[in-house]
């Protein structure tokens, strides 16, 4: 134990850069970033204040980069970086992080905290110190291929239901494709909707797609959990995939951590860039909508408001194209209070849904997501993260609301102009 | 003769009139010595009877018999008055009577208070602290109660300095040290004043509501607030004696600011006169308020045991709230707002901080 | 003979600790790198960097109740400070004749004033919510305290010393403002430099992704 205690210190001095170390220069301990976080405004608990989930980190970096916390090493003063700091903190930083991004759109002099958390977790899980679903997640994604447990069997049986419905052919290690689509286990398992509307789209727009049998899982849990050697197998895996098929792009799915990881840290991940392009799904739908090669017919009547992924919106920039594409198919679309890069986190990212732990907490920080859906005082919520939308699900079930929740693909495959829709 | 100072000025000559003017403030400027030079001098004898040559030209000059305002070229408010007569007056006041009789009262406050700590001692929670708290005061009220008590301490001090410095300072520290304190405790005193008022407002809006009379306050009057006797008398979440200093903060403080503001901004055409009623009314209402406050202080530190909580943590002990807000600890209670001491100190106590990880593994598991 | 040394050797000895040790703490930082990013940008992270370095200083609106305090004093104290710290007259002229050999525009007395004021009212509303408020009592050290209680007392002192008119009051002022240029590099008190690097690393993140931090 003392020996990975101590690697997972030494994990975590290598991850302060000059970031890092500008960040906790720059912190005056003025406590707004509690304002800015659904696990402090929903408990009231201190602890929750972002910055202070980041002590460990401080502590190590007090210690080695300050003229105090030098001076104080060499006499003795200042207690190091304990293994019991890990322990006491662990939960912090995975259980009450959901790396939503929130407070360091708030920061008064800028620092990027969820960067920090994102980056102390190396450390945790070094360490040792991560909550057991996520290891367990992490260990059946390096394994299997999936954190669910989903295998390309599984796919196949889903693919085969879709073929049926549609009467579409899925293509399957297609050669020369222009796209290489990505889906996450819990669309596979939970909503195989996605994937036929997915089919449906882009065969009215004409699009050649394929789908890789030795890369289809878009999730990373190795992000989630913070270990890098995971996180770049796992990326690995879908590069190199996308480069036996020649493809030219490689599509993200509506899962919000997935393409974070794919989109953004990957080519830092493997360490060098790829030959293809990311997109995720929602940007392509915007550009083909543009394009003009994605015709859309009729609008539901039904209000409709929009929870952004803070993966895909804030964390990932793409904020625009969700509102344009509910646009093209909602008649009326509210927009919640706090919305776009200001929106407020489901609950259950950053692998916070994986960790059964956490469940009776982020149940009760849902209470957020609950009021602000109240205040729009519609009925229908649209969103684009299958990970999101089992969070919203089982909050919306909790708090026994009357609240439905669709994915914005589905929605935009239901108004498609073409004959092969099938309308109910 | 009203024209009589322009005329034995020769007009044009700018300097001399400069000149005749210093010298006449440095007159004045020295009399309060003189004053209090002679007055030890002709301790318990009559004055002698010398008669002064110049005392006619004096009392022209002073303008005794005549209008008071001259006229001159000279532009400025109280620029036709040569000697202000009710300057005397007012200065007479002040050594005579502000000052004495205000710093009698002062340390007859203190004075009162350590009798009363030592007859009646700390008001005890009869019942003991209970196990439960109640949330007293946000953290916003906190901070501008604690704002308004700052800035007022650092106005009472500098403002006390400057009005006893003379009798009570000069002799400890000497002239020389003296006069550094007084000019930067006046300059202090200038500069923090208007923060008082901001304080004032701010506390006014936050509080009022709470603050309006109502039932039940007077018979908490007649029963002397409990403080007296040792039977526990109910209030609201204020009661009479806290409700009537906040509306004496109000209003005296109202004065104290108004009147600040005449003598910090001399800009709006206030002769000396108004200056002078401004002084001794600031100065009146500074020392009544600071005589409340003291008390108010004594209550809330060693007088009473549980009264500092509500305002240094934001919550306070059930039983000190049924023993002397129980109108109001008991519509709480009812609401079921009470907390455990646990989950209060979950909150305020850093002590429990580092426990938060064991705390949601147990809860986990 | 103590206030000679106040006026002299004290002064050019803070200032050169608070340049040097600026300097080096940057320079620290710094050293400590980046590794590149190798995503393919969407936006431009420079402008980006400039952008939010700029927007950060603007009132955010989802922050709650506390939020808006916290962001109205700090709005007070820091014009406030920054106002009577590089255009109050006293300061200019000090300036002038100390460091940089020429002077330039001064605000009025009543701005001066004013600004002082403002700089007062902040501060000590910033200071007893950190004294008071749940999460600023979890969160500050020692060094939070001392920074505030040093910047208070420097603005204490000099407002004291407003008369213009004591040696004694215009040397405390200048040996408390001497005492924290010399702690100034070992504190959070970088935050004045390191803020525009914290903002900056920030902005050209967002930046590249598209968002406007």
Redesign the interface.
């Known amino acids: 134990m003392i020996e990975q205690f101590e690697q997972g210190v030494e994990v975590l001095r290598q991850q302060i850069d000059a970031r890092i170390s500008s960040y906790f220069s720059s912190c005056v301990h003025c406590g707004l970033c509690a304002e800015a976080c659904l696990f402090y405004t929903e408990t009231h608990d201190p602890r929750y204040t972002p910055i202070y989930k980041l002590e460990p980190m401080r502590k190590l970096w007090r210690r080695e980069h300050t003229f105090w916390g030098k001076l104080g090493a060499v006499f003795g003063l200042n207690e190091p970086l304990t293994e019991q700091d890990f322990a006491d903190w662990e939960t912090l930083v995975y259980d009450s992080c959901t790396l939503c991004g929130r407070c360091s759109m708030i920061c008064p002099v800028g620092n990027d905290i969820t960067y920090m958390i994102r980056r102390q977790r190396e450390g945790f899980s070094v360490a040792g110190y991560a909550p057991e679903g996520m290891k367990e997640a992490t260990k059946r994604a390096l394994k299997i291929g999936s954190p669910m447990g989903v295998t390309f069997k599984t796919l196949k049986a889903a693919l085969a239901h879709v073929e049926r419905d549609t009467g579409l052919a899925i293509p399957i290690d297609k050669k020369g494709a222009d796209y290489m689509t990505l889906f996450s286990s819990m669309e596979v398992v939970n909503f195989p909707e996605y994937i036929e509307s997915i089919a449906r789209i882009f065969q009215a727009a004409g699009i050649s797609w394929t789908i890789s049998s030795k890369a289809f899982e878009a999730t990373n849990s190795g992000i989630q959990i913070g270990n890098r050697e995971a996180a770049a197998e796992l990326v690995n895996r879908i590069v190199v995939a996308a480069e036996e098929l020649n493809v030219k792009y490689v599509v993200s799915p509506e899962c919000g951590h997935a393409y974070t990881s794919i989109r953004w840290e990957g080519p830092n991940l493997i360490g060098r860039q790829y030959p293809f392009e990311v997109v995720h799904i929602l940007e392509l739908l915007e550009q083909l909508k543009r394009d003009g090669r994605l015709q859309l017919e009729g609008k539901s009547a039904t209000p409709m408001t929009l929870h952004d992924p803070c993966q895909i919106v804030r964390r990932g920039g793409v904020v625009q194209q969700p509102r344009e594409l509910l646009d093209g198919v909602a008649e009326t679309f509210v927009e919640m209070k706090d919305h776009g890069v200001m929106n407020w986190c489901c609950g259950g990212g950053g692998g916070v849904s994986a960790n059964d732990r956490a469940e009776p907490l982020r149940l009760r920080v849902f209470e957020r997501k609950k009021r602000q859906l109240e205040e729009t005082g519609v009925d229908t919520l649209v969103t684009a993260c299958a990970n999101c939308r089992i969070i919203l699900e089982e909050g919306i079930e909790e708090y026994e609301m009357e609240t439905e929740v669709i994915s914005l693909t589905e929605l935009v495959a239901e108004h498609l102009v073409d004959g092969s829709k099938n309308k109910e | 003769m009203g024209s009589m100072i322009s005329i034995s000025i020769p007009p044009g000559s700018l300097g001399a009139k400069a000149a005749a003017w210093s010298l006449l403030l440095l007159w004045l400027m020295l009399l309060p010595g003189q004053g209090l030079a002679e007055s030890k001098q002709v301790k318990g004898l009559p004055p002698p009877a010398v008669l002064n040559p110049a005392a006619d030209l004096w009392r022209d000059i002073r303008q005794r018999d005549m209008a008071t305002t001259g006229t001159t070229q000279v532009r400025g408010v109280d620029s036709g008055v040569l000697i202000n007569a009710n300057g005397d007056k007012w200065r007479k006041f002040r050594m005579d009577q502000l000052i004495p009789i205000g710093g009698y009262l002062l340390l007859g406050m203190g004075l009162f208070l350590i009798l009363f700590y030592l007859i009646r001692g700390k008001v005890r929670i009869a019942g003991g602290a209970s196990d439960r708290k109640l949330p007293r005061y946000t953290?916003?009220e906190?901070?501008i109660h604690?704002?308004i008590a700052?800035?007022f301490i650092f106005l009472a001090l500098t403002g006390l300095i400057i009005l006893f410095g003379r009798p009570l300072l000069i002799p400890i520290f000497g002239k020389e040290l003296f006069?550094?304190i007084a000019?930067?405790?006046?300059?202090?005193h200038?500069?923090?004043g208007?923060?008082f008022l901001?304080a004032l407002i701010l506390v006014f809006i936050k509080f009022v509501r709470r603050n309006i009379y109502q039932k039940g306050d007077m018979s908490w009057l007649l029963r002397g607030g409990g403080i007296i006797g040792k039977k526990h008398v109910p209030s609201n979440f204020f009661n009479m004696g806290e409700k009537s200093m906040f509306w004496m903060l109000i209003i005296v403080g109202s004065v104290i600011v108004a009147s600040g503001l005449v003598l910090i901004f001399p800009i709006f055409g206030q002769g000396r006169e108004w200056m002078e009623l401004a002084h001794v009314g600031h100065a009146i209402g500074a020392i009544l308020m600071i005589t409340v406050i003291m008390g108010h202080i004594y209550i809330g530190t060693i007088g009473m045991e549980g009264a500092i909580e509500g305002m240094s943590t934001?919550y306070c002990d059930l039983n000190w709230a049924k023993e002397h807000h129980d109108y109001w600890a008991s519509q709480m209670e009812k609401r079921g707002e009470a907390i455990s001491n646990e989950a209060v100190n979950?909150?305020?106590d850093?002590d429990t901080?580092?426990?938060?990880?064991?705390e949601?593994?147990e809860?986990?598991? | 003979m103590i206030g000679q040394f106040i006026d002299g050797p004290l002064w050019t000895f803070s200032l050169a600790v608070f340049v040097i040790g600026v300097v080096w703490r940057i320079v620290t930082i710094l050293m400590a790198g980046n590794r590149p990013d190798l995503s393919t940008p969407r936006g431009s992270a420079s402008s980006g960097a400039i952008r939010t370095i700029f927007s950060r200083s603007v009132y955010e609106r989802t922050a709650a109740t506390r939020g808006r305090l916290l962001q109205i004093a700090g709005y007070l104290f820091h014009i406030g400070l920054f106002a009577l710290l590089f255009f109050a007259k006293p300061h200019v002229d000090f300036y002038a004749e100390r460091i940089t050999g020429f002077g330039w525009a001064t605000m009025p007395h009543w701005a001066f004033i004013l600004s002082a004021e403002l700089a007062f009212l902040g501060l000590l509303l910033l200071w007893i919510h950190r004294l008071l408020s749940p999460v600023t009592r979890l969160l500050s050290d020692l060094d939070d305290h001392l920074g505030s209680i040093l910047v208070f007392l420097v603005m204490l002192t000099g407002c004291l010393a407003l008369a213009q008119s004591f040696e004694a009051l215009r040397l405390i002022h200048l040996l408390l403002a001497e005492l924290l240029l010399i702690y100034f590099p070992f504190s959070k008190l970088m935050h004045t430099f390191t803020f525009v690097m914290s903002r900056g690393y920030t902005g050209a993140t967002m930046g590249r992704k598209g968002v406007n931090a």
């Open positions: 953290s916003y906190r901070l604690w704002f700052s800035i006069s550094v000019s930067a405790s006046k300059e202090g200038n500069l923090m208007p923060l901001v934001g979950r909150f305020s850093p901080n580092r426990s938060l990880g064991r949601l593994r809860a986990g598991e």
